[in-house]
């Protein structure tokens, strides 16, 4: 797809060859308005207000041959076919820069004015900065005095001067509209010989079109900062059209200026969309994974109740062997009455309605539940590193991507090598860094390892790791994290808090064909 500036420079290009309005034969030709320009420019020398040009005047014609030359005062013509891009129409003509306009470099002796700010009063002192959207605008303007202008021996602006970059912003122009002004260094004035506002925006059409760039590149001697002598800027070759076919050139281009802008800002929005929609997609996904929106549910699936209760047996055994602790305020059971509502008892308690924290419905073959009943969440084996294997898996927060689950990189102990106090985790695991949860930092475990204290290593019993892993990666589950979170500059998620956020549990099989489906969009997006 076309972007929006090289369709604008496409536009360009057909107007300067001479391919965006048709010709009219009825036109005065562009040699006779040529002759204005010679005949306007030799009076200025009569009258010695600008200096006859080194080497003679230059003056393109096409031979009887076909090719192009240049004669330059009394010296040999010169073929220049080489020089030339592309061919005009009959009525055009090519001509230097130095043929249609003066070129004036800025005052570089001991009176080059000191750049002092005098608020907005005073002489402009325009400088690339000042270069605007073609225009020279007052933003970051400095200012100098009566007696810094008058000192000055070259570089003095007037109305309806181009000012144009010849050093840095290569090729950066604009219309000088205030009466008087000075320029940079970096800048030379480009002043027409006819006093033509049609000519002149011509001339600013071809500063903006590719042939300009062109050549820039052509001449440009700079090194570490680009540079383009005034010499050379001055022997630049343009096509000419008659000054009546300009006229129309310039304003087939404004026609289009606003339909390309727009052309632009739909450009934008289609970059920003490309940008966003998959981090859009993802979340979507798996927010539908969690509420039991992304495969149907199966009526021979065995139900989510039954998976809780063989949950909640199991920690009961643990309990009563001593291997597990009893819940604060005895176990939580979430159920749904006739009446839709959904409530919870805990131990020997009166049943609370808690629909205020319902998040989302979920179909009836789900339950919903606290993480602390599928996990130990924030309950950790910790180990000091040096008591560490040396070859052991020592995982990081800087190990693991953002948004994806991908672990970046394994290191491993070396010998001798000192650290902080570690979690231990197991291979099957899910680890969930607690640290800045909206980085949503969540892998799952290939082997046996340690890592930061920051990460929280948590064993799923009867239930899928895999789905555990979506879930505390879903838009809800880091919504719920950062609302709970605390620390301003490291904010984390606190053990007291992620125990009590509620857990939607689709049937174990359903588990395993939603994570399989989310497998299928990550290969398909490549993320």
Request: charged share 30%; with cysteine.
């Amino acid at each position: 797809m076309m972007q929006a500036k090289d369709l604008k420079n496409s536009i360009l290009q057909l107007a300067v060859q001479g391919k965006l309005v048709p010709q009219n034969p009825n036109d005065e030709p562009a040699s006779v308005l040529l002759e204005h320009i010679r005949a306007e420019r030799a009076k200025l020398i009569k009258e010695k207000k600008i200096k006859k040009p080194k080497g003679g005047e230059s003056v393109i014609y096409r031979g009887s041959d076909g090719s192009y030359y240049e004669k330059r005062g009394n010296g040999e013509p010169v073929c220049i076919d080489d020089e030339l891009p592309f061919e005009i129409p009959d009525s055009w003509e090519w001509a230097r820069l130095s043929t249609l306009s003066e070129v004036i470099n800025g005052d570089r002796g001991k009176n080059y004015p000191a750049k002092s700010k005098l608020g907005h009063s005073g002489i402009p002192f325009v400088s690339a900065l000042n270069i605007e959207n073609g225009i020279v605008s007052e933003n970051k303007m400095l200012y100098m005095t009566e007696n810094q202008y008058v000192s000055l021996n070259a570089g003095k602006l007037r109305c309806n001067d181009i000012v144009f970059c010849i050093r840095g912003s290569l090729g950066k122009f604009g219309i000088f509209e205030g009466e008087r002004g000075a320029i940079a260094s970096s800048l030379v004035i480009v002043r027409s010989y006819l006093h033509e506002n049609v000519l002149l925006n011509y001339l600013q059409l071809l500063f903006s079109s590719p042939l300009s760039t062109v050549q820039i590149k052509q001449y440009n001697n700079g090194t570490a900062q680009p540079n383009l002598s005034a010499k050379d800027f001055k022997s630049f070759v343009y096509p000419l059209p008659p000054l009546a076919e300009q006229q129309r050139i310039v304003e087939k281009v404004e026609q289009l200026t606003p339909l390309i802008e727009d052309y632009g800002k739909l450009e934008e929005a289609r970059e920003q969309l490309d940008t966003e929609l998959p981090d859009h997609l993802r979340k979507s996904v798996l927010q539908m994974a969690v509420e039991g929106k992304l495969v149907p549910q199966d009526p021979s699936d065995e139900p989510a109740s039954v998976l809780l209760g063989r949950i909640r047996a199991e920690r009961k055994k643990l309990i009563a062997e001593g291997k597990a602790k009893a819940p604060k305020g005895g176990e939580s059971i979430i159920y749904r009455t006739s009446d839709g509502s959904y409530y919870e008892k805990r131990g020997n308690g009166e049943p609370v309605c808690i629909d205020d924290e319902i998040p989302f419905e979920i179909p009836d073959s789900w339950e919903w539940a606290r993480l602390k009943q599928l996990c130990d969440f924030g309950k950790c084996t910790n180990i000091e590193y040096a008591n560490v294997d040396v070859g052991t898996w020592n995982l990081d927060l800087e190990d693991l991507e953002k948004d994806t689950g991908k672990i970046i990189q394994k290191k491993r102990k070396h010998d001798g090598e000192k650290g902080s106090t570690k979690h231990v985790f197991r291979k099957g695991m899910v680890l969930y860094s607690k640290l800045r949860p909206y980085l949503n930092k969540v892998a799952i475990a290939d082997e046996d390892g340690v890592c930061t204290s920051e990460i929280l290593p948590l064993a799923f019993k009867g239930f899928s790791s895999a789905f555990a892993q979506l879930f505390l990666m879903s838009p809800y589950f880091i919504e719920y994290a950062k609302e709970h979170s605390y620390g301003v500059k490291m904010p984390r998620l606190g053990t007291a808090d992620g125990v009590e956020v509620l857990v939607p549990i689709p049937p174990l099989a359903e588990q395993s064909r939603i994570v399989k489906k989310v497998q299928e969009y990550k290969r398909i997006t490549n993320q």
